[in-house]
């Protein structure tokens, strides 16, 4: 049940969102596997079922498109529905070419 409660109140949380971001999917030094399930069911066209603690559910539609943050590329599954659902885009700039760059 508490695992039930906690996809809940996090569907809750992206209700009407039209951008979510999660950061740093691994560890310092290595790489997670991403749970095929979680991205399945938070970028499906299902609808989410969210509550707030101690509240009612409310239905609606995924707004959202989720973006991970992260130093370290993860696993992923290699089932084709899964990886229609990840892009990678990388970003090749490191401390030592920003150092020196002004921004604005």
């Not at 609606?60 to 529905?81: E, F, M, Q, Y």
Request: no cysteine; hydrophobic share 35%; aromatic share 4%.
């Amino acid at each position: 049940m508490g695992a039930e409660n906690t996809l809940k109140r996090t569907a809750f949380k992206l209700m009407g969102a039209r951008i979510a971001f999660v950061e740093e999917s691994g560890e310092e030094t290595g790489r997670r596997k991403i749970e095929t399930s979680s991205v399945k069911h938070f970028t499906g066209g299902d609808v989410l079922v969210g509550a707030a603690m101690r509240q009612n559910e409310v239905h609606r539609k995924p707004s959202h498109k989720l973006v991970t943050i992260t130093n370290h590329l993860p696993i992923i599954s290699p089932d084709p529905a899964m990886l229609g659902r990840v892009q990678v885009v990388p970003f090749r700039a490191s401390e030592s070419t920003t150092d020196h760059q002004k921004i604005g």
